[in-house]
């Protein structure tokens, strides 16, 4: 029986899966990057439960939206496997270990190239899905990752810029309600450059913004027209920063507010927050200090007068 309640069962043969062997440390996402988008689910399990590799995965969500499981959550499936290089060193902590013994995963029908939009019918079903995986394991949305950042070379498209990562993460964060749309790179392109699917850079300030933090300020909107943290927040005024004595909390300063991250809600518990709140103002951060500027006509001047100085000395 299906572990999921709005999963159907077709699971695939335990001689392709790792019994009883999942940490449950991180969910990955997949994009099937097959030459049929439109095949539905059940023939995705088919093709695992029959293809020469063995590879699996835990569930496949279809462009209806219909998920079906092919593995179940206690064993590991096998779609994720080894590091290639350049991998996200988030991965480094299992120490070389096999990742299909730590990972649920999931996979999303899609073109060869994963270039798709999901479906709303299928992002919808993703998104729930992955927030109840989240919330069963206690899995915290920065150990949600793409195949990509496991496999980098081979698996770069994997599930493919398409997969809507910051939407997942503003889902997540608000508890899975309905909400406003969050705000996009096209949208803050003048202040923003997009350096990966969950980090921007900050054009006049050179801070980055990412992952939960990223997605909380995308998704701090009041009306449909402002653009979220960047009219409510502005631009960012440092890093992401530890807060002392706080384990696993970090705080970002920005023109109008601090933001914190604290996931086990160590710092502070706002009603209703999720992993991303804002932080108390009587208690900021220090800013980091840029480095003077120098006026060079002013050392020019100063410079000249010395010399006139010593010339009138002489």
């Given at each position: 029986?299906?572990?999921?309640?709005?999963?159907?069962?077709?699971?695939?043969?335990?001689?392709?899966?790792?019994?009883?062997?999942?940490?449950?440390?991180?969910?990955?996402?997949?994009?099937?990057?097959?030459?049929?988008?439109?095949?539905?689910?059940?023939?995705?399990?088919?093709?695992?439960?029959?293809?020469?590799?063995?590879?699996?995965?835990?569930?496949?969500?279809?462009?209806?939206?219909?998920?079906?499981?092919?593995?179940?959550?206690?064993?590991?499936?096998?779609?994720?496997?080894?590091?290639?290089?350049?991998?996200?060193?988030?991965?480094?902590?299992?120490?070389?270990?096999?990742?299909?013994?730590?990972?649920?995963?999931?996979?999303?029908?899609?073109?060869?190239?994963?270039?798709?939009?999901?479906?709303?019918?299928?992002?919808?079903?993703?998104?729930?899905?992955?927030?109840?995986?989240?919330?069963?394991?206690?899995?915290?949305?920065?150990?949600?990752?793409?195949?990509?950042?496991?496999?980098?070379?081979?698996?770069?498209?994997?599930?493919?810029?398409?997969?809507?990562f910051n939407e997942l993460l503003s889902f997540l964060g608000s508890g899975g309600d309905e909400m406003l749309p969050?705000?996009?790179?096209?949208?803050?392109?003048?202040?923003?450059?997009?350096?990966?699917?969950?980090?921007?850079?900050?054009?006049?300030t050179g801070f980055v913004i990412g992952h939960g933090i990223l997605a909380f300020y995308c998704a701090f909107r009041?009306?449909?027209?402002?653009?979220?943290?960047?009219?409510h927040l502005g631009l960012p005024k440092s890093g992401e920063q530890g807060v002392p004595g706080k384990p696993g909390?970090?705080?970002?300063?920005?023109?109008?507010?601090?933001?914190?991250?604290?996931?086990?809600?160590?710092?502070?518990?706002?009603?209703?927050?999720?992993?991303?709140?804002?932080?108390?103002?009587?208690?900021?951060?220090?800013?980091?200090?840029?480095?003077?500027?120098?006026?060079?006509?002013?050392?020019?001047?100063?410079?000249?007068?010395?010399?006139?100085?010593?010339?009138?000395?002489?």
């Amino acid at each position: 029986m299906a572990d999921y309640p709005d999963a159907i069962d077709y699971f695939v043969d335990e001689s392709r899966v790792f019994i009883n062997r999942n940490s449950h440390s991180a969910i990955v996402l997949h994009g099937t990057g097959g030459n049929n988008p439109n095949q539905t689910a059940e023939q995705l399990g088919d093709f695992f439960r029959t293809t020469p590799a063995r590879t699996s995965v835990h569930y496949g969500i279809d462009r209806m939206g219909t998920i079906a499981q092919y593995v179940l959550e206690q064993h590991g499936a096998a779609g994720n496997c080894c590091i290639e290089e350049g991998h996200d060193p988030f991965w480094d902590q299992f120490g070389g270990d096999n990742l299909n013994i730590h990972t649920l995963s999931i996979e999303h029908e899609n073109d060869e190239n994963n270039s798709l939009p999901l479906t709303d019918a299928q992002k919808q079903a993703s998104f729930k899905l992955i927030a109840y995986l989240s919330q069963k394991y206690a899995i915290a949305p920065d150990h949600i990752k793409s195949h990509a950042s496991i496999a980098p070379q081979s698996r770069s498209r994997c599930p493919g810029n398409a997969y809507p990562f910051n939407e997942l993460l503003s889902f997540l964060g608000s508890g899975g309600d309905e909400m406003l749309p969050p705000i996009t790179i096209n949208q803050v392109s003048t202040y923003f450059e997009q350096q990966s699917d969950q980090i921007w850079k900050c054009k006049q300030t050179g801070f980055v913004i990412g992952h939960g933090i990223l997605a909380f300020y995308c998704a701090f909107r009041v009306t449909a027209q402002d653009l979220g943290g960047l009219t409510h927040l502005g631009l960012p005024k440092s890093g992401e920063q530890g807060v002392p004595g706080k384990p696993g909390v970090v705080e970002q300063v920005f023109e109008r507010g601090i933001l914190a991250y604290d996931s086990a809600h160590i710092a502070d518990n706002p009603p209703g927050s999720g992993s991303v709140y804002l932080a108390h103002i009587n208690t900021p951060l220090p800013v980091p200090v840029s480095a003077p500027t120098v006026d060079v006509n002013k050392i020019k001047a100063a410079t000249q007068e010395i010399l006139a100085a010593i010339g009138g000395a002489s």
